[in-house]
């Protein structure tokens, strides 16, 4: 029973030492070539600005604060989400990777390396936006329980689609397609949730929850149904 | 290392849509034997490696990987090194850096033998998308061979290789097939000497 | 086989009832009748949606019979694209009846968009898919995650927001607003429906299994 347990332990450590040598790897990558990361940075700034610049004198509704929010989060991070895939597939580089690790470990290599991305790209263009359009949620912690949530949920369904997306032969526009009916409710939660925060509303905890356990769900569901996407079986 | 390992392919086909690209391979290899696998291009021995690596599944026919008699079920990773012009380095990482994701022993001393034992010493911190195609082969050639695996399955080892390259790729082979089980899939007379069994794709698919 | 067929004899009895048979609804009179259209149309894009699902999950399960049960969640998710469009047809033509709007983005009507689009979304990646051999993992995967989530989009979303929505169609207890007579014909409806669903489904599936058996055979 001890040995067991023992056994477990050290196979978790082991796995953990193997997905941060994969995450390593991706890090380094994306630092050195620095693609995706600066398209995201650049079209989010870009979007806040112009929104800043032709609605400067308007006083825009919450509700429509929210949505641009999200809108320029969501497609500020589109471009890098499915690049993760994509890039192994374009550059040929997945044989590599599929002989050196096991399919559950890439898998959650990505999906940490997706979740850190969008969680940058987040943290860059709230205050961006927030300072620009000169808003301040009322609840702030609730403002950022809402984003950090939402981004999870986006960060995880993205993850898997993605995969999805780089095994096909139409990858950016296919990802749209197989993308937009997942994430539309997310995003309509997320939106109502950030719009409810900047007001000042009370902290909606049954939604923050979902979107947890919608993000729980589709890793848990999407790390036993990796191998199936991205090997024949 | 005293695991025996066997491989057992029976009838073997591949189809990809309509083309088939083979059909009826049966061999059987076991560890200490080096087996080639030969044809003119297109006949499919790119992609008979790659099914036995794990990396493709064949459409007809069944292929059995053993150790010490028992077959291997879950993923094949941990027994085997692979090398194939398809399979493309990460460019952005150094030698060291793609050598060092290969590596999965403990001794990190093992990965600055295999790079200066294959000659790159010298490019050792240089990213990959700098090397010519033939450092580029003898990087696949490490990544294949740094672990010391059971099998090791090499697809046109000597493409692009010069001849200092060719003798450090013999001399390493020499070695590992007294232990392991080799497969090698070529063209070039030179590498299939190597080999004391194989089988030719040509005879097979006609 | 011959249970389906009975789908030529209910369906013009459940057309008369409907139509002729049950008294109009108290304010919106005949319009109404289209409510016995609607509900058994949007619990088939549902059901095709969900058998769609579990062929997949049979199909990573099993690892057998591929190209067949391929075809099995195909046909389904056909069918279920067809009845998902005529779900929003019906649903039009009721909004405009009831609410004045042929569109409200109510959260029902949103829900029944989310799902064309996801059927949508599944006959695009499998035609990008055509040349993979691991085409029916891919799909099967695809179809098995939104099936995960639909439940949320369809089930939970509406009731957390207010819509304009009738109480609770879409589920068993249909008891609280329908007389008895409006009760027999929707259910009779919806059993019709489901009827023709199947009855379609196995055509298309025969279809299927001569097709791949034609094709295996051509090779040889």
Known sequence: MIRRSLNFVIRGLILQNRIVKLLKKDFYIEFRSRASINISLAFAGITTLSVSLTSATMNLPFRVHSILIWVIIFFSAMNSLSHIFIREEEEGTSIFLSIHSEAEEIYIAKLLFNFILFIVITVVVTPLYLFFMQIWPENFIFFASSVFCGSTALSSITTTLGAIVAKTSMRSSLFTVISFPLTIPVLWISINLTA??????????????????FSGVIVSFSYLLFKFIWMEQ | MHERYLIEASNLSRRFGKSRIFRGISFSVESGECFFITGPNGSGKSTLVQIIAGLQKPSEGKLAIKLNGKEILESLWSHIGFASPAMNLYERLTVYENASFAFRGKDKSLINHYISLFGLGKHKDKEARILSSGLRQRLRLITAMINSPGIVLLDEPGSNLDVEGKDVLFREIEKIKKESLVIIASNDPEELKLCHKGIDLAKQNS | MFLYRLVYILMPIGIFLSLLWVPPANILGDASRILYFHVPVAWVSFLAFIIAGIHSIVLLIKKSDIPYREAMAYNSAAIGMVFTVLTVITGSIWAKVSWGHFWNWDPRETSIVILMLIYIAYFSLFSALKSNP???????????ISMIIAPFLIFIVPRVYPSLHPD???????????EASMRITLFFLVVTFTLLYGYIYKITNKLSLIIIKLRSSHDI
Request: aromatic content about 8%.
């Open chain 3, 134 to 144: 691991n085409r029916w993992g891919i799909s099967s995967v695809y179809l098995i």
């Open chain 3, 168 to 178: 609770t169609i879409i589920n068993q207890d249909k008891k609280i607003h329908l």
């Open chain 1, 196 to 213: 409810s925060s900047l007001e000042g509303g009370s902290v909606d905890l049954l939604n923050l929850l979902f979107l947890l356990a």
